[in-house]
Structure formats: structure tokens, C-alpha cells
């Protein structure tokens, strides 16, 4: 089974803030890895497909790069509404899987 | 518009079957692989298993002896049936829409299940 090491697990920053939250896999994954955002009481969205091709009405503030089995999902302004936690998830082969998950926290 | 809503039974007993149903609509079932997905109360993301329109399954290992998934293809609808629950077992469970190497695009709102006698 392939395994997602996705960090930090928290993170505070502040509105206008560049953040950047990482997921490794455990061995290659080609460029099928996804970032998801969800809120409290919300089910999970899809913002970055395909490792960095932006999900139809996602802000262009998101953005998703690879280097090898790294991975990165790269908020350039937090806003207000960005406060969330995020998780990467890897669709190249089944069991599908995700990393822990991030906690966006305002500072 | 692509729609998913989870329903069945909020509360289980332990060792009895947990059973869920995904209502599809904006969507052929089928297209598309069908998925299930879990998150206990403050914790991560599980994922399940799908099935695709043929009857096809891909389960995760490590619910797959207790864990069947199943379509119903004239009511747009398919199902989750995991055996033997445990408190274990207790969280939210969504069902969501993918296809070959691609994501999860659509989920459902969501369907919390507790496990407790």
C-alpha cells in the first residue's frame, strides 16, 4: 500500500500570509495526487487534481507542484476563508490513500 | 449539477451490519467509479472502496473481510454494508465520485453513523 506523509499537521499563519503544506509518498505515484480542503462540519473539496492542475472555481491563489514523490500545495495570500484543514490524497493505485491532514489556524 | 446524499441508519449496534445508501443525481451510475469514504469524529480520512456500474469492486484491505459494496444501477443508487461493527467503526461516512487515476470530484454531504449499544 502506498502511504501519504503529509506536514506540518498545524499551522498558524495570518491573512496575506504564503503558506505551503507537503505530502511525500511512499514510493512513485507518477503526478496522481490531489488536495482536498474541508471545513468543520463540511465534507471535503477538491482544489488541486492531477498534482497541479487547479479544480474548476478554485482561486488562483492555490497552486500544486511535484519533485519526484514530493508534493506541494501552495496557498500565495491566505485569506480569511482559507482557514481549513487540508489533505492530500494519491489516486495512482488502490488501496487509494491520504495524509494526515493539515490544520490551517489563524494566528 | 452532480449530486450525492448519504442515508441509512444514524446508530448501530456493535457486532451488527452498518448499511448505507448513496442516491446519485446529475450523474449516470453508469459512469465513473463509486466510492465510499470515512472520517471518525476529529480524525482523518479513510478511504473505503468503490464500486464501478458492472458490479467491479476495489476494497481497502483492511475492511475487506467485513465489507461489501454494492449498485443498483435502475435506481441510481449503491450501497455500503460493513459487518461486525465496533465502536471502531463510528464516524462519518461520505460517498464521493471518481474515475481511473482521477479524484474524488464529488462527495456527498456526509452521513454520521455511531456505533453503541
Known amino acids: 500500500d502506498i502511504q501519504m506523509t503529509q506536514s506540518p499537521s498545524s499551522l498558524s499563519a495570518s491573512v496575506g500570509d504564503r503558506v505551503t503544506i507537503t505530502c511525500r509518498a511512499s514510493q512513485r505515484i507518477s503526478g496522481y495526487l490531489n488536495w482536498y480542503q474541508q471545513k468543520p462540519g463540511q465534507a471535503p473539496t477538491l482544489l488541486i487534481y492531477?498534482?497541479?492542475s487547479l479544480q474548476r472555481g478554485v482561486p488562483s491563489r492555490f497552486s500544486g507542484s511535484k519533485s519526484g514523490t514530493d508534493f506541494t500545495l501552495t496557498i500565495s495570500s491566505l485569506q480569511p476563508e482559507d482557514f481549513a484543514t487540508y489533505y492530500c490524497?494519491?489516486?495512482?493505485?488502490?488501496?487509494?490513500?491520504f495524509g494526515q491532514g493539515t490544520k490551517l489556524e489563524i494566528k | 449539477q452532480v449530486q450525492l446524499q448519504e442515508s441509512g441508519p444514524g446508530l448501530v449496534k456493535p457486532s451488527e451490519t452498518l448499511s448505507l445508501s448513496c442516491s446519485v443525481s446529475?450523474?449516470?451510475?453508469?459512469?465513473?467509479?463509486w466510492n465510499w469514504i470515512r472520517q471518525p469524529p476529529g480524525r482523518g480520512l479513510e478511504w473505503i472502496g468503490y464500486?464501478?456500474?458492472?458490479?467491479?469492486?476495489s476494497y481497502n484491505p483492511s475492511l475487506k473481510s467485513r465489507l461489501t459494496i454494492s449498485v443498483d444501477t435502475t435506481k441510481n443508487q449503491f450501497f455500503l454494508n460493513l459487518r461486525s461493527v465496533s465502536a471502531a467503526d463510528t464516524a462519518v461516512y461520505y460517498c464521493?465520485?471518481?474515475?481511473?487515476?482521477?479524484?474524488?470530484?464529488?462527495w456527498g454531504q456526509g452521513a454520521l453513523v455511531t456505533v453503541s449499544s
Open positions: 490524497q494519491q489516486s495512482y493505485n488502490t488501496p487509494y490513500s
Open positions: 446529475g450523474a449516470s451510475i453508469s459512469t465513473y467509479y
Open positions: 492531477v498534482a497541479s
Open positions: 464521493a465520485r471518481s474515475w481511473e487515476l482521477s479524484p474524488l470530484d464529488y
Open positions: 464500486i464501478f456500474h458492472t458490479g467491479s469492486t
